[in-house]
């Protein structure tokens, strides 16, 4: 596949290669299709870009850093590990950058109602924070699970002023609330929008939430080129839908030097049926509007997926991820539970800074495989949140 | 190639189409067989059977819990078809698949609908497959004579209800509310507004669903289509009966309420 093929994607029917796609009740076809002009109407708009930029400059804190973390580099006998600071934004990861943009979106079509599923409840707060920004009614579905080890994020939202909807059914997690998100929307879809916190969903969801999240891919490029002088050898972000890998990814797709990794979620092991690494150990199926990679068993149901992080614990995966597998522009690796609260803990005492357990899974990823990296390698880790939200995740863990 | 559904659609002229849900093994295999005739004998003109899914995301409480509670047993798609064939053998009415789209996916649609043609289905209602993404699906379809019934919603855009009406081979089933299944909205002037719109657009007959759980229910849309699905509300029948025969009579009772309603 050819940069530049890659870079007009999706094609005019939200395809990546053969990713992707709309597969929702008819009740919201309207409403995907209404979405997208829109977006396209807007996305080049002078005064928009500018307001957009306003807000990520001056809310949520944009640029982020491209920190040098020393005693990390030095612990594992590199040279230049580099964190991209998502962690540092307002509400403590990158999913703001997300909801900034599509709050826009939402209140200039005239919505007055706006819903979100959450996983580790960070989109939820995102979600909640821009709610409350722009003075917006907010409902925000999460699973039951999750709302049980992400209670921190739990009462933000609500002291936002969202209605936080606990969901029972199925494994009471991210997939299930996205369920219940969608039947909401089906619902009530002509007053409400619906603020997707991945590339994932049906098109042009994938597309949107990946622009809005370039703004990480688009300044690590320039802060490269002026901190060392040149693009990055490789750079690492952890995968569960995967947009702060794609935000990243994004800008670097064509730059062949890049060397380019996702991280997934193995849970208890590959081998264990207890792990959420869509594309390392699924087939390409459907959920929740696109095809894509996903976990499910012979008859097409979907299989329950596992993650010691909220967030990563989900059977599919963004169809543009599934391409980039295919085509192999980018590689896709896994670290177990374990590895992961290692690397959490690590980075926590070496550099000061407590990873999200999402976050944490780029970094195991790192340490695991530090053997195949060349001492002054510019490596850049995604630091896509931060992990003040897991302490009860790790709390119970030493208690195992 | 005509199918079961296509003769009947073409028959009934002013006849109109009573199709109950049954979900394939809630609250088992065998007593959705038996349910089946039951249907069969009380006035009902096709049967709608339900794949359950492990994420039924344009259904309501009612179907995700019989969908759930199938699943809980352990049922395979095999299973399903086995029951198929032995409904098929007992009764001559058109069988509907109603499923969501990954399970096709996993058996591959061809082999898919082979199989589902094989043990006596006429025709497949896939809620999360729009037509825009239906071409494999059609093609499918096509070569083994089994209808391909595409849903209408009252968001619908004029162009999009001619494309669903292009696609559908059969009937297409109008949903007559913005939501899932088993909403138990009243039914007002808009809903009225849509089925007629429907009736001005379509070449195809129509059915109308989600949300019909009353005779009054029925009377009222029955009175602009051509006919309706029952789903929930027979699953929520179901649900209070105490063993088989009371739920064969439960479902008798309600069906033949409705067919005297319509």
């Given at each position: 596949m050819t940069a530049k093929k890659r870079k007009q994607m999706p094609d005019h029917r939200g395809r990546y290669g053969e990713y992707g796609g709309r597969y929702v009740p008819e009740t919201v076809m309207y409403a995907l299709e209404e979405l997208e002009e829109f977006y396209f109407s807007i996305k080049k708009d002078r005064s928009f870009k500018h307001e957009l930029s306003g807000y990520l400059n001056s809310f949520v804190g944009r640029p982020s850093p491209l920190y040098h973390a020393q005693r990390l580099s030095q612990y594992l006998d590199l040279n230049h590990i580099y964190f991209k600071r998502e962690d540092l934004n307002h509400t403590g990861a990158h999913k703001i950058n997300n909801t900034i943009g599509q709050i826009l979106l939402a209140t200039k079509m005239g919505k007055k109602r706006i819903i979100a599923e959450t996983g580790a409840g960070q989109h939820g707060l995102a979600t909640a924070t821009v709610c409350a920004l722009f003075g917006v009614e907010c409902i925000v579905y999460m699973g039951a699970e999750d709302i049980a080890r992400q209670a921190p994020n739990v009462e933000k939202m609500q002291l936002l002023g969202a209605e936080v909807v606990p969901v029972e059914s199925g494994s009471k997690t991210l997939k299930d609330a996205t369920n219940q998100a969608l039947r909401d929307w089906v619902t009530n879809v002509r007053s409400t929008f619906y603020i997707i916190g991945s590339v994932v969903g049906p098109h042009p969801y994938p597309m949107i939430v990946r622009d809005f999240q370039s703004v990480i891919g688009q300044e690590t490029k320039k802060q490269s080129l002026k901190l060392f002088g040149r693009l990055p050898h490789l750079i690492v972000a952890c995968v569960g839908g995967g947009s702060n890998a794609i935000g990243i990814f994004s800008q670097f797709l064509g730059d062949k030097s890049v060397k380019l990794v996702g991280v997934e979620a193995a849970g208890l092991?590959?081998?264990?049926?207890?792990?959420?690494?869509s594309l390392r150990k699924g087939r390409p199926g459907v959920l929740h509007g696109s095809y894509s990679y996903l976990l499910y068993d012979d008859d097409g149901q979907i299989q329950l997926p596992h993650s010691v992080s909220a967030g990563l614990d989900y059977p599919g995966i963004g169809p543009q991820h599934s391409e980039l597998k295919d085509s192999g522009r980018v590689s896709y690796g896994s670290v177990t539970d374990r590895e992961t609260v290692s690397a959490f803990k690590l980075v926590s005492r070496l550099e000061g800074i407590i990873p999200a357990m999402e976050t944490s899974h780029a970094l195991a990823w790192l340490i695991k495989n530090k053997c195949k990296m060349r001492k002054n390698d510019k490596i850049v880790v995604c630091l896509s949140g931060r992990g003040d939200k897991d302490m009860a995740i790790i709390d119970k863990w030493d208690k195992k | 190639m005509s199918n079961r559904i296509q003769e009947l659609v073409a028959e009934s002229s002013n006849h109109k189409l009573l199709i109950p849900y049954l979900t394939a093994g809630f609250p088992s295999l065998n007593e959705t067989i038996q349910l089946a005739e039951t249907a069969a004998d009380s006035g009902c003109d096709m049967l709608e059977l339900g794949l359950p899914f492990s994420d039924p995301l344009a259904d309501g409480p009612e179907i995700q819990y019989s969908s759930h509670q199938a699943l809980q047993q352990g049922l395979k798609f095999d299973e399903i078809l086995s029951a198929v064939e032995k409904i098929r053998a007992r009764i001559e009415m058109p069988l509907i698949f109603m499923g969501y789209y990954n399970p096709l996916i996993a058996h591959g649609l061809g082999d898919f609908v082979r199989r589902a043609a094989g043990a006596g289905i006429d025709g497949l209602i896939i809620p999360d497959l729009p037509v825009e993404e239906s071409a494999d699906f059609k093609v499918a379809c096509n070569k083994q004579a089994v209808s391909t019934i595409f849903l209408a919603a009252p968001t619908s855009s004029k162009k999009r209800i001619k494309m669903i009406d292009k696609n559908s081979t059969g009937f297409v089933y109008a949903v007559t509310v913005t939501g899932v299944t088993g909403t138990g909205k009243v039914f007002d002037r808009s809903t009225d507004n849509y089925l007629k719109k429907l009736r001005s657009i379509l070449d195809n007959k129509f059915v109308a669903g989600f949300g019909v759980s009353s005779p009054a229910d029925a009377r009222r849309l029955g009175a602009l289509s051509d006919g309706m699905v029952i789903g929930s509300a027979i699953v929520k029948l179901l649900r209070q009966g105490k063993n088989l025969i009371d739920r064969r009579m439960k479902l008798e009772r309600f069906l033949s309420s409705i067919r005297k309603a319509i």
């Open positions: 092991g590959l081998a264990s049926g207890k792990h959420s690494a | -």
